[in-house]
């Protein structure tokens, strides 16, 4: 393998309004608790029996791989929301599935379609799901505001 | 380095339906054989050496560079298609070189245009071509669909 | 962890026409003098202690990290320009920031929206800068063009 294959993982979330759009991004990673890490994006699956656990204090600039969700508005007064999921298997030899979506809208809204997202990949690969975690967070934009949710993976 | 290098390779393609975007995409990564891994885009090279494989089966959950195209659409009817080429050097010191393309259309036609992408690729560098790898897809869109070509890096 | 830590960093800048506008980039990258790596692009830190050093060849092929901007148009006559600056603490147990910003206009607005937008992000943090580096380019576009500027990390 070129990368080491992770071992444990965590959710994340966080919102930030900021100067501009990417100081708002860079913003809700420090919300989020990643902010000074190097986040690289990834598609989007937990390695079998990868260990949830709380987010922790990771090392300042180390590469950390992630599948997140983020949306970014200028539209003051709109809601936006980033939300994950994390549907697991019965069958611990399999991994789990990570889906992210973000839009205009409330918290609870988002973070149901991320679930169904998460339903529907298991479904399609037939795979029973034993538990589905998920992460959501809106932000009520004041001038430009970024809302982001994440799954973070580590060894 | 930070990263291993990688030593071998295989292209990939698929297509999918799916219940939104997302689900469309995974579909279509499943299809390619590569849907339970998380792949971290790169651009887009072939190290000197690397080895052209058949496609493998992976670790579930296994970390795994990778330069694609991908495009989504949800106009029925609609036909997308996806390309990737790689084109190798006479010398075996060089490196070969990736192209991605994806677009509306026939997949003959987005073939030929990836495979001219790395044709212009490889002038620019001022290198003879030995061998010019392809694969492309196309899909019919029904609701939402994804095509997708990959060439994925291993080691 | 699964990556490991960067110890070294430079900053790196290129333009170029192109067939296409992945063609584009893929020349701006060559110009830029890492056209024959994998970049792995990521969110957007100096790791602590990590040396600032002059760009090096790296060898073709290698996976690269990097924090880049860049920007693309078929407008002829436009000016597109890329920058990206590098705020450094003063505390050197901390990590440093990098921004990376693109846009229509100047390379010299760029530049100085981008070192504003490192400066913001540091005071975000409440951390004293001791040292802020930017690089930016930009480029007159004729049919195809892209400008690009990067921060690339190595060890």
Redesign the interface.
Known sequence: ??????TRYFLASGTSE???P??A???A??RAGIG?????????????R?TLIEPIAL???????A?YASITSDVPGEVISAGVAVALPEDAD??G?I???SAKGERHQIEE?VR??AR??MA??GWEIKDLKSVAVDHHVQKIGVALAAVV???
Not at 36 to 47: A, D, F, R
Request: net charge negative; proline share 11%.
């Open positions: 393998m070129i990368f080491n294959m992770p900021g100067y501009t990417l100081n991004f860079d913003g990673l420090l000074n890490t190097n986040i690289v994006k990834m598609s989007s699956i937990v390695p079998p990868c090392p300042p600039g180390a590469l950390v791989p599948a399999q991994n599935l889906m992210e979506y379609t169904n997202m529907e990949g399609l690969r993976l580590w060894s």
